[in-house]
């Protein structure tokens, strides 16, 4: 039943090597089914990851269908807010990062909101054109799970950030989306460019 | 009729890494025969790219002479581009380069060019001496390709940009170009670590 | 006798690669046994230690209880340090590090300490929550090794620091633990993750 | 009589990753027998060599005593300086580096050399402490080979330089030695983790 996550373990591999899951943070899923959403383990070294070690949950009840073979091992903390993005935007996986470049994004927010402009590279956004202007919102980081579901919520409804495959949490990183495993790693190579290019454009 | 692609393939893999072509972006091209050019697949992971993905294209007339075998995928959008500098360069190949370095590098454009001095590494372009004065033409980004090539194609014409290699799109990136591919490569590296040295020598 | 020292050889690889043990410098060690502590050697390309290159330490009165197969090898520099690591904070393993972000950060050191807060990564140091202001001993390099372990055994006294699973060596890098291989790891890619924002963030 | 190569062709391949011999630029020698040195090929991709692209050189006089396998190949430009090197300094090994952080060290030059002191890191260096103020030549880029022969000598046999492993070439990159090729690649990893560190902390 874990059929799908062995994609899943070898880009978390990957973007462990460029920073984006250090220090057994971050997060991915897929949906492998309707209403059923492949989930990576909380608290563990991402790029390690392993098919067995992942968990089936209901996109709509957030029950665990499928439990990993560790016992010792619990789903992602992420999960109610891929939960809400899967129902939302019908993503069909969801990256939630810990780089640096997006905190540091997150700290240039106006408005609760960061504005991209003048790249091609927002091409790679589905929908977007080079010459928009992109706008990503930015919610606040809450200590409470529940609480940022509700901000992530509030971001998800808000007609200014219909474009966006992005929710930026300051001081903490970001979660970035796509219709499917591979949208969602081009969107999550495009937004870490688009976080660079902030920095370097601002120094 | 794809013979030529596997080191395409390896060169991507590498570029990916380095972060020149993310997102799904970029492209590469190697003249195979005369008049017969392979060209890479539009808006594909560039590091997963096999040999049964790429085009055979007429460098005359654009025509398609080879599909690949994924009847989903199109020749890459740099494909006129391409052609264009095979036929005015006699490149034997061409990158696309999604480099933040090369954006960066255009951004410190003075009237339509930079220019890189003071910098050994400059003796890695073909004809070039490391005392040189070397202009690189930085054109306008712009929506629709028929207007890129013109404006590469009036870059390329210019007797001041005689001894370049390389064209910087402004907010895009660069095209960088050698006889073969592994002038290419030479060129490729080259240009990407110039554009690094614009970068920390203003700064 | 040098079981579990694949797994060290193994991380200092992927450190190495991290640039936090360049030039042969930098050191590792995990507890074996009660007492018996695994110790890296000194002065050699920690990206190719082998198991056979470690000595098994006394951590009580450091007398050395297996040596490397090598005769030419001795036990790391740092095994003082390691030893009081492991005796005042029952530490399962210890990285030196020899990071210039390390250094970087102990360049901004105020009264003794760097303060790090408002970063969601501090979650994944043991103990600390996100909200939490988490204070850093800074102490100062010294040339002989047994001033060192004073200073270091005077920092893990004092309560201002009891959060912490790291001290920084100021002008040298720092020293990182948990209470066993996995947690140090996951210490060592949050602290460096928390010395780089901390450039980042005053740039 | 190509013996001692697959090292150096490893090493070259690090080398690259890590961008010190982009562009086909770079070297590497080791001594091999009394007299002969092993001498990597001029102008190709460095991450690539075999040890049959190699050559055997004379220390003493320069002749080519073993030639590459390719009859297309000629020994690196930097032979002179190589030569120089192990005869003057008894070196076993150099590195010829291309790094962009060799360049910009060589920038803050004062009166013909950099300083660095204050980093625990100068105990890479063979006979240097922690607390030495250490003094690295720089010498100004030439245009003919033999012109840089004459400066490197003449920094080799200054006294203030006595301490030092490594000559910096103004605008072009560093020569890094040491008593074999082990040393040498301790150093080179020491001397460019000094080179970043002169830049962080200027900026």
């Known amino acids: 039943m874990m059929a799908g996550a062995d994609l899943l373990c070898e880009l978390m591999r990957e973007y462990h090597r460029r920073g984006w899951v250090s220090g057994t943070g971050g997060g991915i899923c897929r949906v492998v089914a309707p209403e059923r959403l492949l989930v990576a383990p909380s608290g563990v070294h991402k790029e ?10 209901s996109t709509g009840d957030g029950r ?10 619990v789903p992602s903390e992420c999960t109610p807010v891929f939960r809400l993005i899967v129902r939302l935007r019908h993503a069909g996986s969801v990256l939630h990062s810990h780089a640096l470049s997006a905190v540091l994004a997150g700290d240039t927010a106006i408005d609760g909101a ?13 929908g977007v054109a080079a010459s928009d202007r992109h706008a990503v919102p930015v919610v606040q980081n809450t200590v409470r799970e529940a609480e940022l579901v509700d901000e992530v919520g509030l971001a998800l409804g808000d007609d200014r950030y219909g474009s966006a495959y992005a929710v930026l949490v300051r001081d903490h990183g970001a979660y970035i989306w796509g219709r499917d495993v591979w949208e969602a790693k081009r969107h999550a190579e495009v937004y870490h460019y688009l976080f660079d290019a902030l920095r370097e454009r601002r120094s």
């Open 48 to 57: 390690r990851l392993a098919p067995e070690d992942f968990f089936v949950i």
């Open 114 to 126: 960061v504005t991209i402009s003048g790249l091609e590279m927002l091409k790679g956004i589905q």
């Open 64 to 73: 665990v269908l499928a439990v990993a073979d560790d016992p010792g091992l």
